[in-house]
Each structure stands twice: as C-alpha cells, then as structure tokens.
C-alpha cells in the first residue's frame, strides 16, 4: 500500500512460486470491511492524480530530501540483497521509480503492482522509455509485467489490526518467494513510535512535517505484550495520504515471520541505517548522486531537523525465505514478461479476484 514512508515498496526478490493464499485459524475476519475499500479508494486516486508532475513540482515537496533518503535506503538495500537474474515483485511499485534500481542490479524478470492505475500507467510509460522525464531515459534489459490492484495484504503496519491479517500478509510474502528469496521493505519503527508517546505530554506528537496521534483508549500509554494486534493511530505526513496503521511490535513480527518460514536477516532503524552505510565511500557517492546530500553532512544528508525527526519513524528490513535458491530456472521466466508493455498489457485486479 502507498503510504508511510515516502516511495517506499517492499519488494520480494527470486523465483517467484505458487500464488496460492494460506489460510490461517481464524481467517475469515481478513474479509475487508465498507472502510478499508474506502480507504483503499482513497489512496488510489490520491496518487492517480499525482501523476506527470513536473520536476519542479516533486522538488517543491515539504518531504522532498526525506524521499531522497529513502530513495537512497532502497538504492543500498538492493545493492546488497538483489542477486543478477533474480525475479522482483515491487509491491505499491508506484510510478516505476525503482526500475533504474533493478535494471543495475541485472535483474531477470519484473512484476510491477499498485493501486492507483494512474501511477501504473506513468510506470508503463517510463519502462517504454516513453517519459518526459528529467532522467536520461534508457532502455530497460529485463522483461517485465504490470498490474494495477489492491495489495494491501502485504503492508505489514496496515495488516496488523488483527492477528488474522497479519498472518495473512507473511504467509502470502512466504507463498510468493522460493526457497532461498528475499523480501526488503521499510515500516514504522514501533519502539520509536511508543517512546515518543510516552515522552509527548498527551496523546499526539509531532513537528512541521508530521504527526502522530493515539485514541483515548490509550490514555495509560501501556499495552499489553498479550494483545500485539489492534493498537490502532492516526498518521499524517506532509504531502501524502493521512490514514490509520497499526503499530506492529518488531519481536512479534519476527516471531510470527518464523512461522512462514521467514528468516529476519537484517533491520535498521532508518537514523542506525544513515550511520552505518554513510561510513563507506561508495554509498557517500550514491547519495551524492541521489541529490540527497549536501555540504558534506555525513549525518542528515540535506533534512531539514523536522524531516530527520520523521525518518525516525522508520526502519528497514530484510526477511528470508529458508531453504537454498534452485538458480536453474532463472533464465526459463524470459517468456512470462514483455519488453515494452501495451495499455491492454497491464492486468487489473480487484480485492474480490
């Protein structure tokens, strides 16, 4: 789902497998209710109308170096866990702003998914080469696929309502890698989130760029290590889309990825992410290159404070499939892709497929 962190996709790498769904105990109270289409509806065509802006347009943004960071978080994410003919399914791919990513990291094959059809129509366009865009456009080496549906079944900080959609978004993350795959993707850092609250004087915090807000029911500011499911907030993040998440406790989330046969590999938060890898001369000149860093500050590239107090809020992580990679097959998915993609190319999908 596109939201939460700007640009930020989790994306699953490999041989993809049977897309059969997993049904947990309990599973029948995944059926989405009247609000979650409407929420649903009302990201896609938030983005939907975001598209084709200009670039002094995205430059204007209150969050544009927050994006930039996170750009450059996925940049050295992909660096290090994609491997040359590896299958990626770039979930909430949004306007195909990764492909360049991929298409260095010699990937094989490409599957493109997101809810507004509008930023799946820009990616269409910019896999073409076909973009008025300020990049240089290339054309790309891999085949590739576009679907235009709901996947909200991935995003971990809006399936955790309930121990049900939890479950279902990592057995569905398991189903889709083979053995040996790999799943990277960004979410709200809960213990950050929680400290926060507790330090802020009611029940909301933030700054210029963001804020957080808690209903009544949390007035102690406590929960219960026996109920990590349903701890419901209320977002909102300068130039994107306000909606409630579900804080997602990270040992539970690690505990319950185990059962899916997920191996936590990796996690950072984004401020440890930002110390670590800004120590090595070859990610320094990526993020130099991204036009995320300025007059050498090693520390916040060019945030404003209020925007690195915002990608605060956020950690990275890696999850891996267990088991070893058959690399056999990675050459016999050439057919399942197209090197340039028709309008009627692009499958559409609703949350009752």
Not at 44 to 67: G, V
Not at 256 to 274: C, G
Not at 303 to 323: I, M, N, Q, R, T
């Amino acid at each position: 789902m596109k939201r939460g962190y700007p640009g930020c996709p989790s994306s699953s790498f490999g041989p993809p497998q049977s897309r059969s769904k997993h049904n947990p105990e309990g599973d029948s109270q995944f059926l989405e209710d009247e609000s979650t289409k409407i929420f649903a509806r009302k990201v896609a065509d938030h983005y939907s109308a975001r598209t084709n802006q200009t670039l002094e347009e995205r430059e204007a943004s209150p969050i544009i170096h927050l994006k930039k960071l996170n750009n450059w978080i996925k940049s050295v994410l992909i660096q290090l866990y994609a491997r040359r003919g590896d299958a990626v399914l770039d979930l909430a791919c949004g306007k195909g702003g990764d492909l360049i990513k991929w298409d260095k990291a010699k990937v094989g094959y490409y599957v493109g998914i997101d809810i507004a059809d509008g930023s799946i129509e820009d990616c269409r366009t910019r896999y073409n080469g076909d973009a008025d865009h300020h990049q240089r456009r290339k054309k790309f080496t891999f085949p590739a696929r576009l679907i235009c549906g709901d996947c909200f079944e991935f995003a971990m900080h809006y399936s955790w309502s309930t121990e049900a959609r939890a479950r279902r978004a990592l057995a569905n993350v398991s189903a889709l890698l083979r053995p040996g795959g790999t799943f990277i993707g960004t979410m709200p850092d809960a213990n950050v989130i929680v400290k926060k609250l507790r330090e802020a004087e009611g029940l909301a915090f933030g700054n210029s760029v963001y804020w957080i807000r808690f209903d009544e029911e949390f007035t102690d500011k406590k929960f219960k290590s026996s109920s990590p499911f349903g701890i419901k907030y209320k977002f909102h993040l300068e130039d994107a889309v306000d909606c409630p998440e579900w804080i997602v406790p990270f040992h539970v989330f690690k505990s319950l990825a185990e059962e899916y046969d997920l191996e936590l590999v990796f996690v950072k938060n984004s401020h440890e992410f930002v110390h670590e890898y800004m120590k090595k001369p070859e990610y320094i000149e990526l993020m130099r290159r991204l036009g995320a860093l300025g007059d050498g500050n090693q520390d916040q590239s060019t945030l404003s404070p209020d925007e690195w107090e915002a990608a605060y809020l956020y950690l990275a992580f890696v999850l891996k499939k267990h088991g070893q990679p058959d690399r056999t097959q990675a050459n016999s998915r050439k057919d399942k892709g197209q090197m340039q993609i028709a309008k009627e190319d692009i499958l559409y999908i609703n949350s009752d497929d």
